[in-house]
């Protein structure tokens, strides 16, 4: 069962108390693919520039990702950089250079559109409605947003999330387009503008997902060593989708197996985690299915009583 | 099996965004004592004013708690007073008048020497040290401590902790103690101070147990509404040890039960979580045990997977 993601593939220049690298793959796009592949096949619809990188195509490809709806055209690929706190959880953005990613039109390549699965990256919520549209056939569909689109652009993202089985975003982004300070009066205003499911990333402390009539909390995984927090929450993303995907969930019908979203938070969790132990998408040079799925038993070790 | 617990007793004032109580019933021994009182017998060592009114002796001795050890003396008692932020995450501290306990030397009643499980709340480590040293066939002792104490009582501190088989602080707190950002490598270093259990305590996410081979992560409840955290944290200490006293736990000759431990623990956050339902003390005036076993089922519910 295969899976479509659309977002940003791009350039990060990218400082942390660990280190600096001034230029490397990035992008949502990037991370929820490659986090996805661990578990299903993704299609990517993105835009780069042509100064991207053969070794980047190659490390893509070489995850089974499908490249068709990577389109190249003339300008420079999306650049942004930024540094990080010592204690890693703020991070101050240096430069955002959107270059070709400042007119990205999303093209469905044909094949595309009878995938089952979509995740759409934070892009403009109209791209990410016209995306969903061409789609025929899904199973299961949802994304991410930012606090941008949700200030400025809160008419058209409410039309856009409308549809969805699922929203994932952030503390801070759950509380603003709620209106909400409290996390579960905040989440239960957001299930009531479409997505039957809602997962509320929070950093270091986990995530809880939340459906009409429950809820379940994953903590964060605690690593020794957090090298670069960039991508982790679209690694989130890639994890929840991709093994829900790999499964071949279906919500046709209204019905979904919980149980199976429970597990998905904590594959989410796990591959979040994986994406911070080394800077960028290095963590996924060598990561494998057998370490993945032992440290989601140590999630199940962890948490058991 | 029964429990002694030794710390202030006070009077609090505070306001949240919910309202404003100039005077009620506060002080860390005071929420232990309570939340304990729900799994064990709680002896209480703590020093009050002439002021101290009978309503809030006899809410206390209607939890079958022994105060025998609740010194009364000439002055006032210890007065605090805070004020909230919108979102409580934060408080500042209006008013802290020490009162009768600036002088605070904790006095055992003879009968209390023998019981076997003993909680230290928050005071200056080296009176800390004093009560453990009077008693005599402990099974289980540990207990907390502040910023002050860490910083300009350190060497005290240590000698103090060296003996305990528990402590519990925050996150700051052993990120203080420890002289380490990352909470794993903070955690290793603390229990190479003496206790075989950490458990930190992360606020509104929960908390975390530590020992040398393992550790476990409780989230936090997700209230829908937060009156007042004022004592949360000491209720956790309360419903930890309470519980682990109430089951008769016995570390004599370094093995314990680490599945008891983790139980511990999800009663602790399910203590702390019913004190924010209601100002001050005022939800253990009505609170029984099978809705405490309810919301440990509620934790269990929320993050089975």
Redesign the interface.
Known sequence: MSLVVVGSVAYDGVETPHGKVPRMLGGACTYISLAASFFTKPHIVAVVGDDFAQEDVDLLAGHGIDLEGLERVPGKTFFWAGVYS??MNERETITTELNVFANFQPKLPERYRSQPYLLLGNIQPELQKQVRDQMGGLRLSGGDTMNYWISDYRDQLLATIADWDFLLINDSEAKMLSGE?????AAAKVLDMGPHTLVIK?GE??A?LFRRD??????GY?????FDPTGAGDCFAGGFIGYLAGQGINTKGGKIDV?EL??A??YGSVMGSFCCEKFGVDRFRTLTRAEIDNRYNEF??????
């Open positions: 010592h204690d300070t409290n996390l579960r009066r929070r402390y986990g809880v429950c809820h379940f909390m994953a903590p605690l690593l020794e060593e957090v149980a429970r597990r938070v904590i199940k070790n962890c948490t058991d009583f």
